[in-house]
């Protein structure tokens, strides 16, 4: 029997890990890994005891992006279906009710950048690149780059990658913002655990409606973001997680008079 392409697995209580697993094939999607990914994202969203995502890869690569040898032989239908496929996955990700992070243990290229791209956070290891590749292979850029680059690098830097599709290190892109943190390839794996179960354990209709809040605000004037947030906020005012919290910060700090 093949090994699994995707494996799926609650790496603790609350976090759902995700890991590409075609290291042979540097983690390149293929249609079948396509499909296992639909399918578990929308698995991800929808269960309640998931509250966290994690999306990893086996082996010394996170993704060499779209499967050149099934895609040079694609037919029009092929390119078709692929397109639907990557389109559930990405917008499943950024739209992910609930937090997504991507651990990068070595380069992301092409569709594969997309994938980490859409997650809310990325940890790199040292070993990572970031790789845009497209116009190497006399190809457009797809998988949302053309939006996600210039919002998160601003246009310029994102031109210059796009253009010339050239690899950033680990280093460069936690200093152009595309990585959350740089650590050493023995550390990604604990780091990603520790962060992961800290957001599992916390308010979980705060940490979506921030979410909510910032893909909100990127497509709207800041009054309309403005307005946004108070209404989240007040939904939340009524809850029990805010309850429990302010009387529990009361109790810390607010001390009662001394008794006479």
Not at 45 to 68: C, H, I, N, W
Not at 78 to 95: K, M, N, T
């Amino acid at each position: 029997m093949p090994p699994d392409v995707l494996i799926q697995e609650f790496l603790a209580e609350g976090v759902l890990g995700l890991k590409l697993n075609r290291p042979e094939r540097r983690n390149a999607l293929n249609r079948e890994l396509r499909d296992r990914l639909v399918d578990a994202l929308a698995y991800a969203a929808r269960e309640p005891s998931v509250k966290v995502l994690v999306l990893s890869a086996s082996g010394p690569a996170f993704s060499a992006g779209a499967d050149l040898a099934e895609l040079s032989a694609a037919s029009d239908q092929d390119l078709q279906q692929a397109r639907a496929a990557y389109e559930l996955i990405l917008v499943g990700l950024r739209q992910m009710p609930k937090p997504t992070l991507a651990a990068l243990p070595g380069p992301a290229a092409g569709i594969g950048l997309s994938l980490a791209l859409a997650c809310d956070l990325r940890y790199a290891s040292t070993q990572s690149r970031l790789i845009p590749g497209f116009v190497n292979l006399a190809l457009m850029p797809d998988g949302g780059l053309t939006w996600i680059l210039p919002r998160l690098v601003g246009s310029g830097r994102a031109y210059e990658l796009l253009y010339t599709g050239r690899e950033l290190d680990a280093d460069e892109a936690l200093g152009w913002g595309l990585v959350n943190r740089v650590l050493a390839p023995p550390d990604l794996d604990a780091e990603i655990a520790a962060l992961a179960g800290r957001l599992s354990s916390g308010p979980q209709a705060v940490l979506g409606a921030i979410k909510r809040s910032i893909l909100h605000a990127s497509e709207v004037p800041w009054e309309e973001a403005l307005d946004f947030e108070f209404l989240l906020q007040s939904v939340q005012l009524s809850g029990p997680e805010f309850k429990s919290s302010a009387q529990a910060l009361a109790a810390r700090f607010v001390h009662p008079p001394a008794s006479s």
